[in-house]
């Protein structure tokens, strides 16, 4: 008895302060009044800041479309703010500081907001400056002069299903020189969109990684990666931008005068990414990097350049004069660099390390210089100049847009014979998700040819008038229809259809077992059906149907098909998810 009592009181005293507790934001006002029934998001802020624990912030369904104006809130601690509960609400910073600001150690988890600024431009607010953890999904940031930026004494960020749109950098990622041996720092983005939009990371010596996952840049949404920064760029695209693509830069310092130089260099690595569309003087500037690109389609871009034909990609070492030595090299293996023009625009080097294998590779030129060093692959050799044969730009709600070979282009099969998928730096999956080895082949560029399946809109349709004939001839009209979509389900490569699964119940009845839909005709008649539909190498389509289709589209016969990413308003949050997270939500 004695030890029990002992036990409940040594248990509460250990959990006073830690109680993680949940404040609702019923108003929009951004004051801090104690004591009334109405709670502001300053005051649930300031609450949770109070509070040792780790708490939640949500929102009252009556703030649905509202905008909270603010001067910018500090997170002091661990706090959850999530906007699901409010569709459409906006937290809009009036004046030029930031709107939200994470001291170190402290961790912010932000979802379902929209994050706006009255002051855009260059010299606006900052949208969140990260000086803790950061978590961020479902978030859009529009207006601002950088929606992320960074302190200088380590911190992680991670944001998912993000839409940048309109600021002057969404990540502005600025080490200085004095925190040269403070602590890493990391940002990863995954599923988002950045809509002119620029990017820069920049440090002295801090390591800094910068991960860009299954993503979308468009118009003018350039990357600049200047010093100790390492870039990963997978599974995204970048298209109809303006401007470069990608500069790379390196960095030296020294305290005095009398002191050697120390430098910076950047690496990037371009994995399962197609940059298409884009109009500039050049696409990619490269000084003093480490740069390795693979399994990437760069085609179809062309120069604004007044002056005519411009170079493509632009490829120097940085000079170490204290150790009279160069520095990095740009390595490319089973890619295409094609059809950019229109003329063609070639790779200039200069003092460039370039070593090409399994690739369509444009001209070379430039000086080279003593230090030139130039490998090809007999692959390479045979293909430099070439035009690829490529279909047009596919747009998709799962992953970015991507440019897949037509069947009588060379690269399909044209890679190395003795790659192995998820082997010796082989993908395991294309930039879709589709399997990357096929066949026993693998095709050079982003995408490994292989058609979406779908289910047939047409023949579904046909089914469904059948089955309405057929329940009025038996004078069962009310009954309901049954539509086995397995019948519907086809692969223009032959490819098995492994799984049907229906995103939408809007009064549908559905065996994803059997896929087997049913529902009254009225429901047929005025809800779409909407599924993703996969075959047996992992690639999914996902499909909107329309057995009636709306007026809005009834003229142009579509059947919902899929959603264009450029276009899309701030608050029209992408739903950029790979295979994997498809996987998961089944």
């Known amino acids: ?33 104690p004591g009334d029934a109405q709670i502001s998001l300053r005051e649930a802020i300031a609450l949770a800041n109070a509070s040792a624990g780790s708490d939640t912030i949500v929102f009252d369904s009556a703030l649905t479309k509202a905008t909270i104006a603010t001067s910018g809130y500090n997170i002091a601690n661990d706090v959850i703010i999530d906007g699901s509960g409010a569709a459409g609400l906006k937290v809009q910073v009036t004046g030029a500081g930031k709107l939200l600001e994470v001291a170190s150690g402290a961790t912010l988890e932000l979802s379902n907001l929209a994050l706006t600024s009255v002051e855009a431009g260059y010299f606006g607010p900052y949208a969140v400056l990260n000086c803790g953890t950061l978590d961020v999904s479902e978030v859009s940031f529009s207006g601002f002069s950088v929606a992320l930026g960074l302190c200088s004494d380590g911190s992680q960020s991670s944001l998912d299903n993000v839409v940048f749109e309109n600021n002057s950098y969404s990540l502005n990622i600025s080490l200085p020189k004095s925190d040269a041996a403070s602590a890493s720092s990391s940002v990863m983005v995954s599923s988002s969109y950045f809509k002119n939009s620029p990017i820069l990371a920049k440090s002295y010596g801090q390591p800094l990684s910068l991960d860009i996952d299954a993503s979308l840049l468009a118009d003018s949404s350039h990357i600049n990666l200047v010093g100790a920064v390492e870039m990963n760029f997978t599974n995204s695209s970048v298209v109809d931008g303006s401007g470069q693509v990608l500069a790379t830069s390196f960095l030296r310092d020294r305290p005095d005068s009398y002191t050697p130089y120390t430098y910076a260099y950047p690496k990037a690595t371009i994995a399962s990414a197609t940059i298409t569309r884009n109009r500039g003087y050049r696409l990619m500037t490269l000084h003093g990097a480490e740069v390795t690109m693979m399994d990437t389609t760069i085609h179809g871009n062309s120069y604004n350049s007044s002056s005519g034909p411009t170079h493509l990609i632009s490829s120097s070492r940085g000079y170490d004069e204290d150790a009279d030595s160069y520095h990095g090299f740009l390595t490319i293996s089973n890619s295409i660099i094609s059809d950019n023009g229109p003329d063609t625009m070639d790779l200039l080097l200069a003092n460039a390390v370039l070593n090409v294998s399994y690739s369509v590779l444009p001209a070379l030129s430039g000086s080279g210089g003593a230090n030139t060093q130039v490998s090809l692959d007999s692959t390479t050799q045979l293909y430099q100049g070439a035009s690829v044969e490529m279909g047009d730009l596919t747009f998709s709600e799962l992953y970015p847009p991507y440019l897949m070979p037509l069947p009588s282009s060379f690269v399909i099969g044209a890679g190395d014979a003795s790659s192995v998928a998820g082997s010796s730096g082989v993908p395991l999956t294309d930039q879709r998700g589709s399997a990357r080895v096929l066949d026993g082949a693998i095709d050079l ?65 559905y065996d994803a077992g059997t896929h087997q839909l049913s529902a009254s005709r009225d429901v047929f008649e005025s809800q779409a059906i909407r599924v993703d539909v996969e075959d047996e190498h992992g690639l999914i389509n996902r499909q909107q149907l329309y057995i009636k289709p709306p007026k809005a589209s009834a003229a142009s016969g579509s059947s919902g098909g899929s959603v264009a990413f450029l276009g899309l308003t701030t608050v029209s949050l992408l739903s950029l998810r790979r295979r994997r997270k498809a996987q998961q939500a089944s």
């Not at 030890?3 to 929009?28: C, D, H, K, P, W």
């Not at 059948?466 to 309901?480: F, N, Q, S, W």
């Not at 979509?485 to 809007?506: E, G, Q, S, T, Y």
């Open 445 to 509: 560029g982003a995408i490994e040819y292989n058609r979406p399946p779908e289910l047939d809109i047409v023949a579904l349709r046909e089914a469904f008038r059948d089955e309405v004939a057929a329940l009025i001839a038996a004078e069962t009209p009310d009954e309901d229809i049954v539509l086995d979509l397995d019948f519907f389900a086809v692969d223009a490569d032959m490819d098995v259809v492994l799984d049907i699964r229906l995103l939408n119940l809007d009064g549908y009845a």
């Open 1 to 33: 008895m004695g030890f029990r009592f002992l036990f409940i009181v040594m248990f509460s005293l250990f959990s006073v302060g830690t109680y993680a507790e949940t404040f609702t934001v019923n108003v929009s006002s951004d004051e801090n009044s």
